[in-house]
């Protein structure tokens, strides 16, 4: 068996060693292959005429096909904007989750001011931003002690702040007195029933309104309905006394109609501080720079549109636009004003004022109230619309302003040989005066 197996071997071998050689040829000389010969009868064909119709419309097709467009510069440039404008928005989302769970902490020893304060109407107490709701609240409800109409009114106009839902259900009261007043003897108007549809959706949910109808006469009594004496519903009655009164109606009415919200008056927080080389720097607190939620949703808005809009050229006076929608996120602002003596004078704005109460909150510190004067922005421009707002003048969160005496006063002054006028600021401002850190 073994011996089978080495001759089949021997043979495969033998076969695929390759053409031979005779034995007095040299191992180098090889003979000359062969070419292979050609059949002419199986040579290849041209294509047909319906082959080379076929191959033209393809071609054809593939010319109409648009190639593509290499990258431009201004589309490495949009893509490179829309990467940073999606990495901005991300980050912004994130920020905001954080901020709204976490607490700010500030030094008040290096901040330019400790916060934002107002002052109550009807306390005349000053207090931070964060705490006003809860004292206005408070401050009602204790007026309520000596005018419980005045306060309900009050109630009813600062508490609920969707004015189209306080104006539409103030004018429903208003005609629910007007009927008792026009028709005192008719019984049916002095009842409101607080199951009907009416009473319900404009007046049930607004808050003070319960405690105005007890305020002029109304008591809540529970009554049985004609002809189902088994069946009871809540009613508003005026009360016996009331009736008596019933012109009192028609002014508390009258107080009702005309009611506003109880409104806070910015604090001014004015400081005067000695000449300093620290002028232009501020350190404000998170008050300057807190958004409420719904701003937070407007900024979110605002940048999802940012990164839909970077795929096309914006013209100037569109840049401009964002420009000022993105200072109209500053609710206030911390403005400086540095007078010919060095001196500087603080206060705090609403970001939307006009440039007239700055005037006017300058013009409050003057020793000569009376002599016209400039104010002059970063820039050196002149603020001279006193209709434009101070964010639409590019003075938020903060700016240096600098004060300068009206150009043709200075001459008269001089002419006159009184150009020396002393201290610019009240003298008991001057006794306050702080050090700027």
């Known amino acids: 068996m073994k011996k089978f197996f080495q001759e089949i071997?021997?043979?495969?071998?033998?076969?695929?060693?390759?053409?031979?050689?005779?034995l007095n040829e040299s191992p180098r000389e090889k003979a000359p292959k062969e070419k292979p010969k050609v059949d002419p009868a199986k040579s290849r064909q041209g294509p047909t005429n319906e082959a080379q119709m076929a191959a033209a419309a393809a071609l054809a097709r593939l010319e109409q096909k648009p190639k593509p467009r290499p990258p431009s510069s201004q589309d490495a440039i949009r893509s490179q904007v829309k990467k940073e404008l999606m990495a901005e928005a991300a980050a912004s989302d994130k920020g905001a989750?954080?901020?709204?769970?976490s607490?700010?902490?500030?030094?008040?020893?290096i901040l330019s001011v400790s916060g934002v304060y107002f002052t109550c109407p009807l306390t005349g107490v000053t207090i931070r931003k964060d705490q006003k709701e809860a004292h206005i609240r408070e401050a009602i409800f204790k007026h309520a002690s000596k005018d419980p109409v005045a306060a309900s009114i009050m109630e009813i106009h600062t508490f609920n702040k969707d004015r189209e839902k306080v104006k539409l259900g103030v004018e429903t009261i208003a005609k629910y007195l007007d009927n008792i007043h026009l028709h005192p003897e008719e019984e049916k108007y002095r009842k409101i029933k607080l199951q009907n549809k009416v009473f319900q959706e404009r007046i049930n949910s607004l808050e003070g309104a319960h405690s105005f109808f007890q305020a002029v006469g109304f008591e809540k009594l529970t009554l049985s309905i004609p002809g189902q004496e088994e069946t009871t519903e809540d009613f508003y009655v005026l009360k016996e006394g009331a009736l008596e009164k019933v012109d009192d109606l028609k002014e508390h009415k009258e107080k009702l109609l005309s009611g506003e919200p109880v409104r806070y008056q910015l604090d001014r927080q004015l400081r005067v501080f000695k000449p300093s080389p620290q002028a232009c720097h501020f350190e404000l607190p998170a008050d300057f720079f807190n958004l409420t939620v719904e701003e937070l949703k407007r900024e979110q808005r605002r940048r999802s549109e940012s990164v839909e809009k970077v795929s096309m050229l914006r013209t100037k006076a569109m840049r401009e636009k964002e420009e000022q929608r993105e200072l109209r996120k500053y609710?206030?602002?911390?403005?400086?004003?540095?007078?010919?003596?060095?001196?500087?004078?603080?206060?705090?704005?609403?970001?939307?004022?006009?440039?007239?109460?700055?005037?006017?909150?300058?013009r409050e510190t003057l020793q000569n109230d009376w002599l016209p004067f400039e104010l002059l922005a970063p820039g050196g421009h002149k603020l001279t619309d006193e209709n434009m707002a101070l964010n639409e003048c590019g003075l938020v969160p903060s700016a240096l302003l600098t004060f300068a005496w009206d150009a043709d006063v200075m001459a008269d002054l001089k002419a006159s040989g009184e150009e020396h006028m002393g201290s610019v600021l009240k003298p008991d401002l001057l006794l306050a005066v702080q050090i700027l850190s």
Not at 97 to 101: C, K, L, W
């Open 9 to 22: 071997k021997a043979d495969l071998q033998f076969k695929t060693a390759g053409p031979g050689q005779k």
């Open 97 to 101: 989750t954080e901020n709204s769970v």
């Open 103 to 109: 607490t700010v902490v500030e030094d008040p020893s």
């Open 331 to 362: 609710n206030y602002t911390l403005l400086r004003i540095r007078f010919p003596d060095g001196y500087l004078l603080q206060g705090t704005f609403y970001a939307r004022e006009p440039i007239s109460a700055l005037y006017t909150f300058v």
